[in-house]
């Protein structure tokens, strides 16, 4: 340590050289090999030599040390020492003693300390500093006015900046770069900090205008950055500001202008959004979408590549943008393809792979230069060329492109892998004619070393295929049955088990998988025996042919050590038994009827009937979960005499789909990134049952179990003075509404709200309310009324008129008290429907087509429509969107690029209230003529008023 | 869809961190910046030890996930490398060979919107100061026993997660209290006689420019001599 304070002489060369002798000497317990100040730093040491700080000879004579111990004490965080609030305030007492000394090195060493402890002290202390940070704010030194004044603006509130006002402002436009530009970075803190100060901030306007014709592109940058935080809600100002400068060109400064191109490119989305450009090009838009473009445009040719990359990536991100418009940026793009600088290319392929999503054909011209990334040394860039490849590439260049990627695939992390073989399959949904191909490069991959998630994504994407592209199923289980035969994951063997079960009967040829299956009997362990025993009973009863064969190979299992193995042998050995006995084999004729049923996969609960086994259960086992869960939040479930089955079960409703996942694969090209997603999403996915509300209230609780609940309508416009949202919870003969109101108003409290409803029907009646007893401030409150349903009467849709009825007692804001007696008030709300899909349960079936039959068509209910809707999307969504019921086989969107030209068939399905199951198909197809769209719909349940109910929705 | 079209460039350009690694990835110095990186339950007055604690655990896996992506990978100093690290890009200079120790790496991290290019003008901006400040060399050990100027030149780099200032020279001048005028006309001296204004005590810092490459000189032959031995 001394050798570093007084510099290096002679002397010190030697010592040097002795103590490097002396390490060779003591090697067996030093692992540092050097002598720093900041290593192996003792909190309580460094603390110690802090108190140096309030000895002023000690101050005056070495401020190096003192140096040295701050920056010991900074240091102490990078090793995980944190300070806390006791140690760190005393330290600080010791450092503003250090404002004595006149060292500027110290001086500085000052202000970074107190601007990183002023997170861990109390303001109030921090506050004794000021003084003599303002001295230094206003001497002659560049170097402390600047640092002083960014070490005010972390600690100062609005009246204290009141104070300094004048000091600031000046600062803003002084002569010094370094002293505006901080001036300005601490006023944009400051800005952000709170009200208060932003309106301090705001009347520096013309002094930071002036900042952005500085001389010094910093100051440039930081005065454009602040102007837009001040103007950013001012949307005509905004715009003249950024055609200002964008017309004027005297901004400088690289980064300005990346700033002014962000302005620019947000105020784009703007017009659009809010539609001033309409459907035409932005080159035929408003005046500014025109101007705006064409600054975009012309800083494609700016000198600065961060400029440029910034200007095309704005334009490659607008919104409906024109090809033409697009491919100018996409040239740019193209260049920076080929950068020798990583950044450039990473950022270049990033932009292209997101315009390849929307626009392949744009993008294809970069194939080449794509292809070359292949090779870079940078794997993120690698696969992201790669996985642009596989969207724009054309169907004959694939197989070239596979051959590429199998040389890369082996050297390149897992994350990587897995997000190439994703591509592969969307690129295979694309192409289902290079299925062949495809599938057999997957399989490929299977055989090649790789962890579990790389090799569970490439079966996943199999068994993907196998249900998209129902050609691929042979090839892709024998592909699959040979990765089992080495496959160190249980999970995968048993998953895979499963579905040569489920598929392998089904093919022209089971039997042979059957030594496949069987391999995994002798050689695997307990969990993978099982779920292969499983496998072949499942073959045995599908097949009868098969039957003897594998009852032989399934008594081998019957004295196996693992009990579940046994188990599941012993059951389908026994059922087969009986099954043969009953129905022999005849060879020539294979329609015997497999009426009997081997072991279910799962151990079944309640129901022994085999044939329904078959089938598996009625209901995911996602579902299942869900709905004991419902089961069980209701109030005296547990208690209940009623036996529980499958059929007395709460339905629950579909949660949301899983297309968004799909899509940001689609752009994102990096594993983490969606790794990152997925995180948020399982955070998301804590559902709160929405009818807990109700059954907390015991009188509501009693009414029943709540069958379905609506996500919340409004039923005011957002920002008034009260909002309220209602929830509709179903019941069998109730319909609970939930009223959500919100109290916005400062100094009001709200007493006794209800929502008074009135309607004219038939089928419902007012029956009670519950009032929201008091609301406060910013609070929200429910209230209920109850509704009475006739079940007798037929189910029409009825609108009610809806009155908040509330006492408004007017309160004191500061202090939150009472003011004033309650008087009643009244404010009208929308009005609120209820239509028939509001007692349908979005619920889907396992397999539509199958359901569809056993439900037959005794009470079927077919019409026709003709929809006023322009494109065939749209009408899809709103026939969804009237029966309220839930979309199967992924019949629910429209495949990109059919639009319009074929009819679309459309499946759904749903509970009734009740528990009546319904299957609806609809057809949806563009009539020739503009006029709109031809609906045929046929619904389906067990009872025709449901059918004729759900098929009354359309409207 | 939904996320990177999200993910625009944003208004008011901040870095989530900037950190010093050695080729071990151990943090040599950093600065994290705003919420990145911070518990939520984090109670910054109170000074609350265990929730800091898992600040420092969360910052730690961090890197680690970071080192992870980065080691072995050898940026040059005016041609920054990109990586993304939990939804994070990750723009860095420097670095060494696996196996090897060498240059520390100086690594920005960004938000997943902005752009690769400002982040990479950024870091090579800092790479440049550093190598400057620390005369050439910029080992691990150069930098531990100089971490006060590491420090400071972060500091002058970035304020609160705002860039305050991105030319190499001018940082290093900056940290060595150069005025910025007289740094420009005699950049490559390394020399500090006065400075101007009689600011005393500027010699400390001014004299070290020309020491420190003997410092290093005499540093790395240490090292040979220890490597030497080590491997008798």
């Known amino acids: 340590m001394a050798n570093e304070e007084e510099g290096l002489t002679v002397n010190n060369l030697f010592s040097e050289v002795t103590s490097a002798l002396d390490k060779f000497k003591l090697e067996d317990d030093s692992p540092t090999d050097y002598y720093s100040p900041y290593a192996n730093l003792e909190k309580a040491s460094v603390l110690h030599e802090a108190r140096c700080f309030h000895d002023p000879t000690a101050v005056r004579e070495s401020p190096r040390k003192c140096c040295t111990v701050i920056a010991q004490l900074l240091h102490l965080t990078n090793t995980g020492q944190y300070l806390n609030s006791a140690e760190a305030t005393e330290v600080f007492f010791g450092v503003t003693k250090l404002f004595m000394s006149d060292d500027a090195s110290l001086r500085r060493m000052v202000y970074l300390f107190i601007k990183e402890v002023a997170e861990t002290c109390d303001p109030d202390d921090v506050i004794i500093v000021t003084s003599s940070l303002t001295k230094d704010m206003t001497c002659d030194v560049d170097l402390y006015r600047a640092n002083a004044l ?32 901080a001036a300005l970075v601490s006023a944009t803190h400051l800005f952000e900090r709170n009200a208060e100060s932003a309106a301090i901030v705001k009347r520096w306007i013309s002094e930071i205008t002036e900042a952005t014709s500085s001389p010094n592109e910093m100051v440039q940058f930081h005065a454009m950055q602040l102007l837009y935080q001040i103007k950013k809600h001012d949307r005509l100002g905004m715009q003249k500001l950024v055609t200002q400068f964008s017309q004027r060109n005297t901004l400088k400064s690289p980064l300005a202008l990346v700033l002014l191109v962000r302005y620019t490119a947000k105020l784009l989305h703007d017009e659009v959004a809010e539609g001033r450009v309409g459907s035409t090009s932005f080159q035929n838009g408003s005046q ?36 033409q418009e697009l491919s100018p940026a996409v040239n740019v793009m193209q260049l920076f393809l080929s950068s020798p600088k990583p950044a450039v290319r990473f950022a270049a392929i990033k932009t292209v ?37 596989l969207k724009t590439g054309s169907e004959n260049s694939v197989d070239r492109l596979l051959k590429q990627i199998s040389v890369f695939l082996s050297e390149i992390p897992d994350e990587y892998k897995i997000t190439i073989v994703k591509s592969l399959q969307r690129l295979c949904f694309t192409y289902p004619s290079k299925h062949r191909v495809l599938v057999g490069f997957l399989s490929n991959f299977l055989r090649e070393e790789g962890g579990f998630e790389f090799k569970r994504s490439i079966v996943n994407s199999i068994i993907s295929l196998i249900k998209a592209v129902p050609e691929t199923t042979e090839s892709s289980l024998l592909h699959l049955c040979e990765f089992i ?117 799962e151990p079944q609960p309640g129901d022994p009937a085999a044939f329904i086994l078959l089938q598996g259960l009625p209901m995911s086992f996602d579902r299942l979960d869900r709905s004991i869960r419902a089961y069980m939040r209701a109030p005296a479930a547990m208690e209940s005499p009623e036996q529980l089955t499958l059929s007395t079960l709460p339905v629950v409703e579909e949660t949301e789909p899983e297309h968004d996942e799909k899509d940001i694969n689609e752009v994102v090209g990096d594993a983490a990134l969606q790794a990152a997603v997925a995180g948020q999403k399982e955070e998301k996915k804590e559902v709160v049952d929405p009818a807990a509300a109700v059954y907390a209230i015991p009188e509501l609780a009693s009414l029943g179990r709540v069958f379905r609940s609506s996500p919340p309508t409004e039923l005011s416009e957002e920002e008034t003075e009260y909002v309220v949202r209602c929830i509709k919870h179903v019941m069998p003969e109730h319909i609970v509404l939930q009223f959500l109101i919100q109290n916005t108003v400062e100094d009001q409290r709200l007493t006794n709200c209800t929502v008074a409803i009135e309607g004219d029907s038939e089928c419902f009646e007012v029956a009670g309310e519950i009032a929201a007893e008091s609301i406060k401030y910013g609070e929200t409150a429910n209230a209920f009324t109850v509704i009475n349903r006739n079940t007798d009467a037929a189910l029409a849709p009825c609108s009610f008129e809806c009155v908040l009825r509330f006492g408004v007692v007017q309160v004191d804001p500061k202090s ?39 439900v ?70 563009a009539s020739g003529d503009a006029a709109g769209v031809l609906l045929k719909i046929a619904v389906r349940s067990d009872d025709s008023d449901v059918s004729r109910m759900v098929a009354d929705c359309i409207r | 869809m939904s996320l990177l079209t999200h993910a ?29 990186m911070k518990a939520a339950s984090t109670s910054s007055s109170e000074g609350n030890n265990t929730s800091q604690q898992s600040v420092e655990q969360l910052r730690q896996s961090f890197e680690r996930q970071l080192q992870s992506k980065i080691s072995g990978i050898v940026a040059a100093p005016n041609a920054a490398e990109v990586v993304t690290v939990l939804g994070k890009t990750a723009v860095f200079c420097g670095g060494s060979p696996p196996g090897q120790s060498g240059s520390v790496r100086v690594v920005h991290i960004g938000p997943v919107g902005e752009s690769e290019l400002v982040l990479a003008h950024l870091v090579e901006g800092m790479y440049e100061a550093l190598s400057h400040l620390m005369g050439g060399s910029t080992d691990r050990n150069m930098i531990l026993d100089n971490l006060e100027l590491v420090f400071l030149l972060i500091d ?49 810092f001014g004299g070290m420019g020309g020491d420190m490459t003997i410092a290093q000189a005499l540093r790395q032959a240490r090292e040979q001599i220890m490597s030497n031995l080590n491997q008798n």
């Not at chain 1, 700016?302 to 607008?318: D, F, N, Q, T, W």
């Not at chain 1, 294809?364 to 040394?377: R, V, W």
């Not at chain 2, 991105?166 to 020399?191: C, F, I, P, W, Y």
Request: hydrophobic share 40%; aromatic share 6%; with cysteine.
């Open chain 1, 353 to 389: 792979s997101q315009v390849a999503v929307n626009h392949p054909r744009i993008v294809s011209k970069c194939n080449e230069d794509l292809e070359a990334l292949i090779a870079d040394a940078n794997r993120s860039i690698a696969t992201l060329a790669i996985t642009t490849l």
């Open chain 1, 288 to 323: 500014f979408a025109r101007a705006g473009y064409a600054f975009l445009e012309a800083s494609l040719r700016h000198k600065s590549e961060m400029v440029v990359y910034e200007a095309g990536k704005a334009i490659c991100a607008l919104p409906n943008i024109e090809p």
């Open chain 1, 150 to 181: 960014r070490v005010l603006a972390r600690i100062i509130d609005g009246a204290m900046l009141g104070a300094i006002e004048r000091y600031v402002k000046q600062a803003v436009v002084d002569s010094s770069g370094q002293v505006s530009s």
């Open chain 2, 156 to 204: 002058e780099h970035c304020d609160g997660g705002i860039i305050l200032e991105t030319d190499g020279h001018k940082l290093a001048s900056s940290v060595l209290l150069r005025d910025e005028a007289e740094a420009s006309r005699n950049q490559q001296e390394s020399m500090a006689g006065g400075g101007k204004g009689g600011m005393g005590g500027m010699g400390g």
């Open chain 2, 8 to 36: 625009s460039p944003p208004l008011l350009p901040k870095v989530d961190a900037i950190l010093v690694l050695d080729s071990d990835g151990n943090r040599l110095a950093g600065k994290y910046y705003g919420d990145f």
């Open chain 1, 485 to 601: 035969e080495d496959c160190e994951f249980t999970m995968l063997s048993t998953q895979i088990l499963h579905l040569l079960g489920e598929l392998g009967p089904g093919t022209p040829s089971p039997a042979r998988y059957i030594r496949f299956i069987y391999n995994r009997v002798i050689l695997e362990n307990s969990a993978v025996r099982a779920a292969a025993v499983a496998a072949l009973s499942k073959f045995a009863a599908r097949c009868p042919s098969l039957r003897t064969s594998v009852m032989t190979l399934l008594k081998r299992s019957l004295d196996d050590e693992d009990d579940e193995t046994r188990d599941r042998a012993s059951v389908a050995v026994s059922v087969l038994k009986g099954a043969m006995e009953e129905f022999p084999y005849v060879p020539p004729p294979q329609d015997v009827e497999p009426d009997a049923e081997p072991v279910p996969d």
């Open chain 1, 816 to 854: 939150g008290e009472d003011e004033s007696d309650a008087y009643d008030e009244e404010y009208p709300l929308e009005e609120l429907e209820l239509a028939t899909s509001d007692f349908m349960a979005k619920v889907s079936v396992p397999d539509f087509r199958k359901a569809w039959e056993e």
């Open chain 1, 856 to 925: 037959g068509n005794a009470n079927e209910v077919l019409e026709k429509f003709a929809l006023q809707f322009k494109k065939q999307e749209d009408a899809v969504a709103a026939v969804i969107d009237f029966l309220g019921m839930q979309p199967c086989d992924g019949t629910g969107h429209i495949k990109p690029g059919e639009g319009g030209k074929k009819p679309h068939m459309l499946h759904l399905s749903g509970v009734f209230v009740g528990g009546r199951n319904v299957l609806a198909r609809a057809q949806v197809a």
